[in-house]
């Protein structure tokens, strides 16, 4: 579905500061894959998002969907059909508005016109899939987000994001901002509307056991690349212990310090 | 003298939706107001001046401020111009149109013309008091376009541009080109702002190229009025009527300081000081009223 060919991404190109932030990456996405990534700080996880989501153009390279070359087409276009969560939980809504405009302006994707959408008819449904959620946020329509929590407004990104309906999903440590307890919260949410709704989605994670224990194909980045890429029984049977052995007979290089920092 | 100020303030009020719009709406500080200001009054006169239908003349200073709108749009989302310097660019440009509009003059009088002040003037002579048909002329037209501007940003697409305001990354991963968005902000904001202009040119009976000049400083003190007004709301219909509230009380003092000034030896050359030191002093005490908030929540935490 999503296949990026010989992508490389560099940063400051031509600088002393130049910075290879992705090399020669290679990746075929199919329809329904749940994908987890994992590596440290700066292996480039973050610059594969940014890549396939439109943020970014590679230096060289292209990214197809579904057969059609994407490589110069601008976020808010391919946001059509990839939904995308950022870390910081406030990226995801408007603050300073109701909960029912926030779905209003979510709930199916593209520019709006002049009508307004927003009826009783609408409140119940936006009403029955906050349920979901088991926040209740659905007695709380009215109020401005400001009054929520990063939890809430977390797993209200997710919901609005899965009710437009994307073709891919991304993502992008949306649990780390979160306390331990709404962090499992959003994550158990996040792993039954991908299992709901068949949704192709790839999660990049700092916890190696939620990789593990998430999704059905796994990829470890280091230093911009795509170092180790298991799917099927073969991630069934990996461990922490498994992983990070792994990565030491791969590379030789500074994993110690990162131990600590990957499986938390 | 409550008329006049509520007049002045009701004709200026449509300007400072615009600059709300703008400013509290978008998010966009937007400088283009101290030339689509004036460019609405010279489209108006010289709409007048050609026998023009009033409202026609009206339409088309609403048109006029609206291109100045979308040119400022189009400068900072496709040259990368920074949204100040954007602004300051039509606005300088728009100098030397507003002067062709007016015929290579900077200053046209319509005093002895049919304007559409005069031509309501005539009509409800008799039914209404003469001194109090203008106030109620204006209350209605502010609230009309009031009114207009709330069920605008009550539609899916004022929505989105509020939020755009807010957060733009979320109209982005929305699927909307947030270019488009402010385009659209701006050019309703300058459309408003011309109105105004062309509604104060007939209550002047001139329009001069220097009528805007300073505007969105008023515009910017009147907003911030009328924040003062209410605490936080996020309903546009009481944010809207407090740019409104706001703009009467800004004329109010600005009345006060222009005919009561020289008790303390103060002459109309003194405003646009005392705008701006207005403006100073409610920064000042919007700063002093966070921070109390803050240690007030801090001390009760404890």
């Given at each position: 579905m999503i296949a990026i060919k010989n992508a490389a991404v560099i940063f400051n190109q031509g600088t002393v500061n130049e910075n290879q932030a992705l090399r020669d990456i290679n990746l075929n996405v199919k329809e329904g894959d749940f994908i987890t990534i994992i590596g440290s700080n700066g292996a480039g996880k973050s610059t594969l998002f940014n890549l396939i989501a439109g943020t970014i153009t590679p230096a060289t390279g292209s990214i197809h969907v579904n057969g059609r070359n994407v490589t110069r087409e601008p976020e808010f276009k391919r946001a059509q059909y990839i939904g995308r969560i950022f870390q910081n939980p406030l990226l995801g809504t408007a603050s300073n508005m109701s909960l029912e405009d926030n779905m209003m302006i979510t709930y199916r994707k593209g520019f709006k016109w002049l009508k307004r959408?927003?009826?009783?008819?609408?409140?119940?449904?936006?009403?029955?899939?906050?349920?979901?959620?088991?926040?209740?946020?659905?007695?709380r329509m009215k109020e401005n987000l400001v009054m929520f929590s990063g939890g809430q407004r977390q797993a209200l990104t997710l919901l609005m994001m899965v009710l437009s309906k994307p073709a891919l999903i991304l993502l992008d440590e949306h649990t780390a901002a979160l306390d331990p307890k709404n962090a499992e919260i959003v994550l158990e949410l996040t792993d039954k509307f991908i299992k709901e709704h068949k949704l192709t989605s790839m999660m990049i994670t700092h916890n190696m056991s939620h990789a593990i224990e998430y999704g059905n194909r796994l990829l470890m980045m280091?230093?911009?690349?795509?170092?180790?890429?298991?799917?099927?029984?073969?991630?069934?049977?990996?461990?922490?212990?498994?992983?990070?052995?792994?990565?030491?007979?791969?590379?030789?290089?500074?994993?110690?310090?990162?131990?600590?920092?990957?499986a938390e | 003298m409550i008329e006049a100020i509520l007049v002045e303030g009701l004709i200026y009020g449509i300007m400072v939706l615009g600059v709300f719009i703008t400013f509290r709406v978008l998010d966009f500080p937007d400088l283009t107001v101290d030339g689509s200001?004036?460019?609405?009054?010279?489209?108006?006169?010289?709409?007048?001046?050609?026998?023009?239908?009033?409202?026609?003349?009206?339409?088309?200073?609403?048109?006029?401020?609206?291109?100045?709108?979308?040119?400022?749009?189009?400068?900072?989302?496709?040259?990368?111009?920074?949204?100040?310097?954007a602004g300051i660019l039509t606005m300088t440009m728009l100098y030397s149109i507003n002067i062709r509009i007016l015929g290579n003059r900077a200053n046209v009088p319509v005093l002895d013309q049919e304007t559409l002040l005069s031509d309501v003037s005539s009509r409800l002579s008799?039914?209404?008091?003469?001194?109090?048909?203008?106030?109620?002329?204006?209350?209605?037209?502010?609230?009309?376009?009031?009114?207009?501007?709330d069920m605008f940003f009550r539609t899916d697409l004022g929505m989105t541009i509020g939020a755009m305001g807010n957060n733009e990354q979320m109209i982005i991963s929305q699927g909307i080109n947030p270019k488009t968005l402010k385009t659209i902000g701006l050019g309703l904001s300058n459309g408003l702002v011309a109105v105004s202009g062309a509604f104060a040119a007939q209550y002047l009976g001139f329009a001069d190229v220097g009528l805007g000049q300073g505007i969105i400083i008023s515009g910017l003190a009147s907003v911030m009025i009328g924040e003062f007004l209410i605490m936080k709301s996020n309903k546009i219909g009481i944010l809207t009527l407090c740019a409104l509230a706001g703009s009467v009380l800004f004329h109010a003092v600005m009345y006060v300081g222009r005919y009561y000034g020289y008790v303390i030896d103060m002459t109309p050359n003194d405003l646009n000081l005392i705008k701006g030191l207005l403006i100073i002093v409610l920064l000042i005490i919007t700063q002093a009223r966070k921070f109390n908030m803050a240690t007030f929540k801090a001390m009760v935490q404890k």
């Open positions: 959408s927003l009826n009783n008819k609408m409140r119940e449904y936006f009403s029955s899939e906050l349920v979901q959620l088991k926040m209740g946020l659905e007695q280091d230093q911009g690349e795509i170092i180790f890429d298991v799917s099927g029984d073969a991630k069934k049977e990996l461990t922490v212990e498994k992983l990070i052995e792994k990565f030491h007979e791969l590379r030789h290089h500074g994993f110690e310090n990162d131990r600590a920092l990957l | 200001f004036p460019l609405g009054a010279a489209l108006m006169v010289q709409g007048i001046l050609l026998g023009m239908n009033g409202w026609l003349a009206l339409l088309i200073a609403f048109i006029g401020g609206v291109i100045a709108g979308v040119v400022t749009a189009l400068i900072h989302n496709h040259l990368k111009v920074p949204n100040l310097l008799g039914v209404v008091p003469d001194e109090y048909i203008m106030l109620l002329f204006f209350v209605v037209v502010a609230l009309v376009i009031k009114l207009l501007v």
